[in-house]
């Protein structure tokens, strides 16, 4: 049976974020042929909604309030209940971010339906669509069927490819008014601590550090390499309790879990905790001076050498690259 599903636009400082791309994607199998419906929330956002319709979405629904303007859990989830009583979706997709993991626990138990969270891919369609889903720290995965009720799943961030755009679809898009009351908290400003680069869940490349990076100045030859590759720079929590860099670059069992098409891990041993969070990454490529470090045997590429030779080797191969291309 064809479904309507509502999907979440999440949108970060103006932009809407790759992964909504990737829930419609992950929209469309689970509709079978049935209606998807964006959502944005915001202050100011109906202007993005073209954005949902070129990658998939058959229309719009923007909600619009000075209380949307940063993401709060009270603020967000009284929208998406006040939309989904309108719509009455048979099935609801999210990112599996930092704000759909907050969120999505709380939108289900006020539907009283379940929650297939962190689906990495779908199998078949429909009412016969499976979901699969890492377990024990990413070292099985399950296959989940929704039998009844609402399917409600978050989607991993660089998972699931999103549908080409064409910008030459049309779609209606609406603009409910809705109530956002009691709030119990109220954001006054948001400081980001790390503003800079591509963001560290959704980036194709991700080049990581560990204790053997040695100094905060030992991310440099990191930073460098990460910008050459249009990457973002992560860390092992090695590095950050050493302070040579910040806790919101920490990838692992209590850090973040990222998935790119590139890992380089470099001066990391491969901590059973680490490698929770990058041992999905597509290909692999460690640096580590010890040939028995741990973190080889999860690489597809080991070097065994001092990262501090091997990273400006690669980059002068890689800048090379460039020039000739
Ligand atoms: C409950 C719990 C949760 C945890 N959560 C996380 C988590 O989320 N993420 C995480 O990362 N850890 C986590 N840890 C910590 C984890 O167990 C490890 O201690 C940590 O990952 C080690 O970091 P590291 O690999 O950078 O450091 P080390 O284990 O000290 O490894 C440093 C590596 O660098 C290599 N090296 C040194 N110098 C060079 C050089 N010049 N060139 C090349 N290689 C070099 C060494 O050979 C070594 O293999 C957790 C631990 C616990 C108990």
Redesign the pocket.
């Given at each position: 049976m064809s479904k309507k599903v509502l999907v979440l636009g999440e949108v970060r400082e103006g932009v809407i974020r790759n992964v909504s791309y990737e829930s419609i994607a992950a929209a469309k199998q689970i509709a079978d042929g049935g209606e998807i419906v964006g959502l944005l929330l915001g202050d100011s956002v109906s202007s993005l909604a073209p954005n949902l319709i070129a990658y998939g979405a058959d229309r719009v629904v923007t909600v619009e309030h000075p209380h949307l303007k940063s993401y709060t859990s009270d603020g967000y989830s009284q929208a998406i209940l006040a939309v989904y009583e309108k719509e009455k979706p048979e099935a609801i997709v999210i990112g599996h971010t930092s704000l759909g993991k907050d969120l999505s626990p709380k939108i289900s138990s006020r539907l009283k339906s379940g929650l297939v969270s962190d689906v990495t891919e779908i199998e078949g369609s429909g009412d016969s669509a499976l979901f699969i889903r890492p377990i024990y720290s990413g070292k099985a995965f399950e296959k989940v069927k929704v039998k009844e009720g609402i399917v409600f799943i978050t989607i991993r961030p660089n998972n699931i490819a999103p549908l080409e755009k064409d910008a030459s679809r049309s779609g209606s898009v609406e603009s409910p008014a809705v109530e956002i009351t009691n709030l119990r908290t109220i954001i006054k400003e948001v400081i980001r601590k790390t503003t800079e680069g591509v963001d560290l869940s959704e980036a194709k490349v991700v080049v990581a550090g560990?204790?053997?990076v040695?100094s905060e100045e030992g991310f440099e030859p990191l930073k460098e390499l990460a910008n050459l590759l249009g990457g973002a720079v992560g860390a092992?929590?090695?590095?950050c309790d050493a302070d040579y860099c910040d806790y919101s670059l920490?990838?692992?069992?209590?850090?973040k879990v990222v998935t790119p098409d590139l890992y380089i891990a470099?001066?990391?041993?491969?901590?059973?905790?680490?490698l929770?969070?990058m041992s999905n990454s597509k290909v692999i490529v460690a640096?580590?001076?010890?040939p028995e470090?741990n973190?080889f045997k999860v690489a597809d590429y080991g070097i065994v050498?001092?990262?501090?030779e091997v990273i400006p080797l690669m980059i002068e191969e890689i800048k090379a690259l460039k020039v000739g291309s």
């Open positions: 560990g204790r053997g040695k092992s929590r090695g590095a920490q990838i692992g069992q209590t850090g470099a001066g990391i041993s491969g901590a059973i905790q680490h929770a969070g640096i580590n001076k010890d470090a973190i050498g001092d990262l501090f």
